[in-house]
């Protein structure tokens, strides 16, 4: 049970949502228990920023790849879909997420979607090191995958701006 007397309201009222990491199939079942997921996607439609790392990454997606039924990864397919899209977490630090991911996009299991390397923190960015953000889709039976260029910081640009046209449009 959540451990406020309203959650809506608590939610609502909110300016951004971080949502940490954990079992994403776990997530996803207590916020269904409870409405949350539902509460989630007005908060959306209303503009709260809804974040987050691992799970709390997937969790506004269709899906991606989580090892939270077991050792082995395996696809997670009912996601908020707040966003259309897969999502790839720890793209760059556990061998077999890249793999999997694009496999499962290329196979249909996931929508085309959008990976992330480690420590970061902005839906599309890049750094000097070589970690940054990815795209994978399905074209007919060919895999296509790109990694993101551009650079989005939070007070210097408007992020919406920065964000894919489909990121835009889907809030809509």
Same mark, same amino acid.
């Given at each position: 049970?959540?451990?406020?007397?309203?959650?809506?309201?608590?939610?609502?009222?909110?300016?951004?949502? #971080?949502v940490w990491g954990g079992s994403v199939a776990g997530l996803l079942?207590? #916020?269904?228990?409870?409405?949350?997921?539902?509460?989630?996607?007005?908060? #959306?439609?209303?503009?709260?920023?809804?974040?987050?790392?691992?799970?709390?990454?997937?969790? #506004?997606?269709?899906?991606?790849?989580?090892?939270?039924?077991?050792?082995?990864?395996?696809?997670?397919?009912?996601?908020?879909?707040?966003?259309?899209?897969?999502?790839?977490? $720890?793209?760059?630090?556990?061998?077999?997420?890249?793999?999997?991911?694009?496999?499962?996009?290329?196979?249909g299991t996931l929508p085309a979607g959008y990976a992330t390397d480690?420590?970061?923190?902005?839906?599309?960015?890049? $750094?000097?090191?070589?970690?940054?953000? $990815?795209?994978?889709?399905?074209?007919?039976?060919?895999?296509?995958?790109?990694?993101?260029?551009?650079?989005?910081?939070?007070? @210097? @640009?408007?992020?919406?701006?920065?964000?894919?046209?489909?990121?835009?449009?889907?809030?809509?």
């Open positions: 049970m959540p451990n406020v007397e309203d959650i809506r309201e608590h939610l609502l009222s909110q300016d951004v949502i #971080w079942a207590l #916020w269904r228990l409870h409405g949350v997921d539902q509460v989630m996607h007005e908060a #959306w439609q209303a503009g709260v920023v809804l974040t987050g790392v691992s799970a709390g990454s997937i969790c #506004w997606h269709v899906g991606g790849t989580t090892d939270s039924f077991g050792p082995d990864l395996q696809p997670v397919t009912n996601g908020l879909a707040l966003l259309p899209y897969s999502n790839g977490v $720890h793209y760059d630090s556990e061998e077999q997420r890249r793999p999997l991911f694009q496999r499962l996009i290329a196979d480690e420590r970061r923190r902005r839906a599309v960015s890049r $750094h000097r090191d070589g970690r940054g953000s $990815h795209r994978a889709r399905r074209q007919g039976r060919v895999l296509r995958r790109a990694r993101l260029r551009r650079v989005s910081r939070v007070g @210097r @640009r408007d992020p919406a701006r920065a964000a894919p046209a489909q990121v835009r449009a889907s809030r809509r």
